[in-house]
């Protein structure tokens, strides 16, 4: 039988609310993410959260019902609690019916087998969380291998990162390395790197994409380092028509995932 | 010689950090756009801020003082002032160097002339204004004619949508119509319309696109009407090969505009 907290002054509400800021989440390996089409997800995945916070308005809701059997069944804690609580731990005004509250993963170089998929993303120093979030959801659609990060990305168990990738962050495999490890992995076996780089002739419809492909995606504001650029096996450009010279990084990401699958799918 | 203003009590700087909200916008017909690339962008489609904060540091920079000029030269004012007003202004905590204050503009649909693009983006409800500025920065990058927003859509005036767009807000033309005057405008005229849906079997690789093409992109969390879908020359589906079933709004607006700049390319 869930317990109820309704009080902004219970420890286990702060110390929740403590998780939106990536100190707090390094220091307790936990994090949160909102709403039931993620949660949901999450649990088809094999992931349930240690803690599940849901308003009584909900409780009715059959998904939410075996949600909480499941949660308390895996020995985690269901907690019915008030609209204002879950909006607290969610940031929004109009919170989503749950919140989860669920141990940080991630998986290694060493564990990713490269023949699994045909399509594997790269970023480095990401900044914006709603561009690593998207960049998840793309790698999902397109059935990608895994998210490999490399240098000083925003963190992807961010309330923002983990709201942008609609649930999958938790289907898609995150791997964080350095730059230097991930090419030592990566010569390893087969692989193509392409980069996107507006310092190419070569267009991007006009290259091939064997499988593997390692698409790598620089720095929304500076793009690659140029020794980054000089490692790729291929360098491709995106046609720019108009007066900008440049595309929001998540939506470069996903037109080059998108040929590389069209072309692999054929 | 640009006057300063060091004081957030400052009756223009309130004024200005009004402009923050839809409401003060609609009332004044102003809005704020930020950033020396942002402005100048702005500046080479002939438009010119009414009022131009800088910061002291900046003005010796050769892009900021030749701004400081025009915008004098053209009867708006520049004011010279400290970084946390510009904070306060642009609402972030790294200010830019240059905040604008300009006029709200857009066109109607009776001013576009669809035989000037292969390429048309049409949005419906769409409620993110990270997305509406994406949607209009790869509208720049594909050589959209313009972009049509449909009902009550995000104003792409916000602040947040200013920024997403990266200078595109000035680039690309916007309209906004009611999907009855919308329909009876396309129809008046040659025009494919192209929805991105889930209910068919027609692949996005598969169909052609002839010039004008017309772009019909949903809610983020709906999708599009059953009524809106059946008006559509033509449904398409992008592949899902994960466990969602869905992409961000901008990121397959994105995928489906470079398939039909790919194919009227050629």
Chains 1, 2 share one sequence.
């Not at 090419?183 to 692989?191: K, M, T």
């Amino acid at each position: 039988m869930p317990r109820q907290i309704t009080a902004f002054s219970n420890p286990l509400i702060k110390r929740m609310r403590g998780l939106r800021e990536k100190r707090h989440r390094r220091e307790e390996g936990l994090f949160l993410a909102e709403g039931l089409r993620i949660l949901t997800e999450a649990r088809e995945t094999g992931r349930l959260p240690a803690w599940l916070f849901f308003s009584k308005a909900s409780a009715g809701h059959p998904l939410v019902t075996s949600l909480i059997a499941a949660v308390e069944t895996a020995g985690g804690e269901a907690i019915e609690t008030v609209p204002d609580i879950l909006s607290k731990l969610s940031g929004k005004d109009n919170p989503q019916a749950v919140v989860g509250v669920f141990e940080e993963f991630e998986t290694s170089l060493d564990a990713l087998d490269r023949s699994s998929a045909g399509i594997w993303l790269v970023a480095e120093r990401l900044r914006d969380p709603g561009n690593l979030g998207t960049i998840l959801r793309t790698g999902d659609a397109v059935g990608a291998g895994g998210l490999i990060l490399i240098g000083e990305c925003v963190d992807p168990f961010s309330v923002e990162a983990v709201r942008a990738s609609m649930g999958a962050l938790f289907t898609v495999p995150i791997v964080r390395a350095s730059w230097d490890a991930f090419l030592v992995w990566l010569r390893g076996g087969p692989g193509q790197l392409v980069g996107l780089s507006l310092d190419t002739d070569n267009d991007y419809r006009a290259a091939h994409y064997d499988a593997p492909t390692f698409l790598l995606t620089g720095n929304e504001a500076q793009g690659m380092p140029a020794d980054y650029a000089a490692a790729c096996d291929l360098l491709v450009k995106l046609p720019m028509l108009g007066k900008a010279d440049s595309l929001n990084a998540a939506v470069a990401t996903a037109v080059m995932a998108y040929e590389v699958l069209a072309q692999q799918r054929c």
